[in-house]
């Protein structure tokens, strides 16, 4: 692992704790901020693909899919703007869906430090299989209160982003030895 790598997971995984602990802390207003953000950024990127669409209209190879792809995301953004609730709604499905792929790939790490000899590998996978179960609650659970769920995630994503601080700085360590 070089320097580039590890100052990259370092801040990926300071992240993961700030930010879980203010989603933690203030579920409501993370929910209300991640649905508005989301609304105005697919509401921005359909405005330039329809923009797109008229500046370079007589090019068919390049914007024919652009006028359909830009309408599309101005209508996903300005319901994101217009029924927050709606698509708070599904949150726990889309919270659940990351958390299944975050605990797959903490497993996979996992696995990668029992091959290095690494002793407690298996602290390391329990926790992700934790990180799978709950993601798995919220997949087969989606109606789930929404602050319950933001809550749950914001300590799943710091305890997330404590894990792979130790992992970072096990693996380093590891390969400082070798």
Known sequence: MNK???????????????????????????????????????????AF?????????????????????????????????????????????????VLL???AGKLGRALELRRMGFARWSLIAMVAGLIMFFGLCFVMQPGMAVDMVARLFGALLAADGAIELYFTFRVYRLNKDR
């Open 49 to 97: 693909c329809i923009l797109f669409y008229f500046i370079r209209r007589g090019d068919d190879d390049i914007s024919r899919f652009t006028l359909p792809v830009g309408i599309a995301f101005a209508a996903v953004g300005a319901f994101c703007l217009i029924a927050p609730r709606v698509v708070l709604s599904i949150l726990p499905l889309m919270f659940g869906i």
């Open 4 to 46: 580039k790598e590890l100052v990259s997971q370092l801040i990926t995984a300071v992240a993961y704790i700030a930010v879980g602990i203010v989603v933690t802390l203030n579920p409501e207003a993370s929910s209300n901020l991640l649905c508005r953000g989301i609304g105005i950024g697919a509401l921005a990127y359909g």
């Open 101 to 103: 792929i975050d605990g």
